[in-house]
Each structure stands twice: as structure tokens, then as C-alpha cells.
């Protein structure tokens, strides 16, 4: 899991689906970095295929 010193806001207040969309977000981060950090590729959807991106060109998204 990503650990960063960034508040959090306080989820328990929020509606369930943008909470459920908050976790898929911090889950993908999770795993983009997991695969850059330990040199593995990445699978992607771009124009209409199936891309392959390598560890070295991997982004990994912000999650605020």
C-alpha cells in the first residue's frame, strides 16, 4: 500500500460510491508502483489495443 504523509479527509462522511472509487483509485496506485518498483510491465487499453508499457516508462497516477 502507498504511505504518504498527505491528510486524509474524513471518508465516513462520504457517500459509499465515492468512497468505493477513492479505494479503486489508492488500489491502482498501489499496483502501478508495485510493477515499476519490482521491473515489471504494465498491461493498458490505448487506441482500441491491448499496450504493453515498460517499468521504465510507467507513471504512477497521484491519489489525492
Do not use: F, S
Request: glycine residues 4%; aromatic residues 4%.
Amino acid at each position: 500500500m502507498i504511505k504518504n504523509n498527505k491528510k486524509k479527509t474524513d471518508t465516513k462522511r462520504l457517500p459509499i460510491e465515492v468512497r468505493a472509487e477513492i479505494a479503486l483509485k489508492e488500489a491502482v496506485a498501489d499496483a502501478v508502483a508495485r510493477h515499476k518498483r519490482m521491473g515489471h510491465p504494465i498491461a493498458v487499453w490505448k487506441g482500441g489495443r491491448a499496450v504493453w508499457i515498460p517499468p521504465e516508462e510507467i507513471v504512477v497516477p497521484d491519489v489525492d
